[in-house]
């Protein structure tokens, strides 16, 4: 059984840093894609960051510049770097694992999901 476990949450003071860690259980870890999602109450989930296989990453607009995703294929673990933090950061964060598997023109979708770990941005 597949498992994400994150950690590494907290309550922190704006400007402050926090470092978030995901443990994946997953087969093949370094042939996924790996993800930092966040929601805040009454928001939907959005993306933060991603890392490919190959490490290239994505951030969204509202993070770049503060946060950094990486990834240790030899521990399984993404992170995410979380730095000047403010407090519309505030929110449920998660992480996902993802991968596409075409054979023989049969199309398989792994997708998996941490429960997710909480940062409060707060004086």
């Known amino acids: 059984q597949v498992q994400l476990v994150e950690s590494g949450g907290g309550l922190v003071q704006p400007g402050g840093s926090l470092r978030l860690s995901c443990a994946a259980s997953v087969s093949f870890f370094g042939l996924y894609s790996l993800g930092w999602y966040r929601q805040a109450p009454g928001k939907q989930r959005d993306v933060v960051a991603t890392?490919?296989?190959?490490?290239?990453?994505n951030y969204s607009d509202s993070v770049k510049g503060r946060f950094t995703i990486s990834r240790d294929n030899s521990k399984k673990t993404v992170y995410l770097q979380m730095n000047s933090l403010k407090p519309e950061d505030t929110a449920l964060y998660y992480c996902?694992?993802?991968?596409?598997?075409?054979?023989?023109?049969?199309?398989?979708?792994?997708?998996?999901w941490g429960q997710g770990t909480q940062v409060t941005v707060s004086s």
């Open positions: 996902n694992a993802n991968r596409v598997v075409v054979s023989f023109g049969k199309r398989t979708d792994y997708d998996y």
């Open positions: 890392i490919t296989g190959g490490g290239n990453t």
